[in-house]
């Protein structure tokens, strides 16, 4: 199956640590990256690969992998951290399908 | 610095055709593919296809095979998102994203999207 499931939404008190994970066999074979959504604007990458993060990016974020599971993980959550994310990975089709996406709230 | 820009937000009526479009700049656009991606209005994100510019080979998510076109133009640096014949169901924000790979140690296992455009929105309604 080429599906990516993530938690609908998850919370966070400001300053604390949170996880959002994305599961899917094509997580075995393939990496995910990672993106951050506010309302109203286009998505950003905030993680790649095995744990990347473009410049720009605080190092409060980092991502992790293991079997079929990858995990986006803030660290010290601020209140700007607050929007959706999304995982994707290529399936074996050569297809990139993303994640159900999550919703983080810091509270 | 490198850029996707897109083209303005459409209203269109059922059965019309249409056609959207993505300029990349600051980077040599043969060498990264273009994808394009859907969220409809509240929803998540959904990869739709994808294009190399170089060549103009195209693979589309099995969801959008048979009902949007993609192609480019790399003599103006730019991709291409259309259809023959909208829906009301069309109706939705548009993004493409240069596409990245990864293929070190002889297996292309990393993708990632960066950066993407600011979106075109698409209305259809009668």
Redesign the interface.
Known sequence: SSELTQDPAVSVALGQTVRITCQGDSLR???A?W?Q?KPGQ????VI???NNR?SGIPDRFSGSSSGNTASLTITGAQAEDEA?Y?C???DSS????????TKVTVL | EVQLVQSGAEVKKPGESLRISCKGSGYSFTSYWI?W?RQMPGK????MG?IDPSDSYT?Y??SFQGHVTISADKSISTAYLQWSSLKASDTAMY?C?R?RV?CSGGS????????????TLVTVSS
């Open positions: 074979s393939y990496y990256s993106y959504q286009a998505p950003v990458l790649y690969g095995k473009p959706d999304y994707n990975s290529r050569g297809n990139h399908p993303f994640g159900t996406g | 994808s991606v998540g994100l959904e990869w994808r693979n998510s099995p993004y994203a596409q990864d292309c296992r990393i993708d990632w999207f960066d950066p993407w455009g600011q979106g």
